[in-house]
């Protein structure tokens, strides 16, 4: 069973609200991910931590932020929620140097509907 | 060009059939290779790891790597219904003598095993 958790599973909200998805793990990785997939589709990095106070840009833009004050704790913000930030978002984490035979372990996600 | 490429498929087999998933790369740093299963509406989980060129069998899964064409393989044998899910290829970079830790993702290929 992975330990890392993803809250809430499933969220509608209108245009225009801020939300805030939330990504903790238990395993004390220094790494962790948010990747943004939708239906069929592949997977995009938006957003890496690679320990404490440390975020970068993933490979797709987004209009989304992250803080990493906790080393399990990997919030993701959306000042404004559009439409268009529909989609599932997966959070992820791995520990450096034991990605070759762990690789990445990925919460369930968080199905986000913008209406 | 994408660094790694995956027929996203879908592919449908009958159930007991032999499943073969393929994936292309064309960066020779690549020398981690993984995959990955994903159920609907879950994260992906890791399925299979290696590092080395020829065949490693866990099961009813085979996972094959031809470093000189550039080209890995995932087989499954007796597949069923339970096979059913998004299957992703992933590769891990070197540089210098040491891998990167960042995983490469392809598109994902959908299989249906139908009973």
């Known amino acids: 069973e992975a330990d890392i958790y993803q809250t809430p599973r499933y969220l509608v909200i209108g245009t225009g609200k801020k939300i805030t998805l939330e990504c903790s793990q238990t395993?004390?990785?220094?790494?962790m991910y948010w990747y943004q997939q939708d239906p069929g589709m592949e997977l995009h990095l938006i957003h890496y931590s690679y320990g404490v106070n440390s975020t970068e840009k993933g490979d797709l833009s987004s209009e989304s932020t992250v803080s990493r004050i906790r080393t399990e704790h990997f919030p993701l913000t959306l000042e404004s929620a559009r439409p268009s930030h529909t989609s599932q978002y997966l959070c992820?984490?791995?520990?450096?140097?034991?990605?070759?035979?762990?690789?990445?372990?990925f919460g369930s996600g968080t199905r986000l509907t913008v209406v | 060009q994408k660094e790694v490429e995956q027929d996203p498929g879908p592919l449908s087999v009958p159930e007991g059939a032999i499943v073969s998933l393929n994936c292309t790369y064309s960066?020779?740093?690549?020398?981690?290779f993984m995959w990955y299963r994903q159920y609907s509406r879950k994260g992906p989980e890791l399925l299979m790891y290696?590092?080395?060129?020829g065949n490693k069998e866990d099961g009813r899964f085979t996972a094959q790597v031809d470093k000189s064409s550039k080209y890995i393989s995932l087989f499954i044998r007796d597949s069923q219904p339970s096979d059913s899910a998004t299957y992703l290829c992933?590769?891990?970079?070197?540089?210098?003598?040491?891998?990167?830790?960042?995983?490469?993702f392809g598109q994902g290929t959908t299989l249906q095993v139908k009973p």
């Open positions: 395993m004390g990785h220094d790494k």
């Open positions: 960066n020779s740093a690549f020398q981690y």
């Open positions: 992933a590769m891990i970079p070197v540089s210098g003598s040491s891998n990167t830790g960042k995983l490469i």
């Open positions: 992820a984490s791995s520990h450096p140097g034991h990605e070759a035979n762990y690789g990445y372990t």
């Open positions: 290696t590092y080395s060129s």
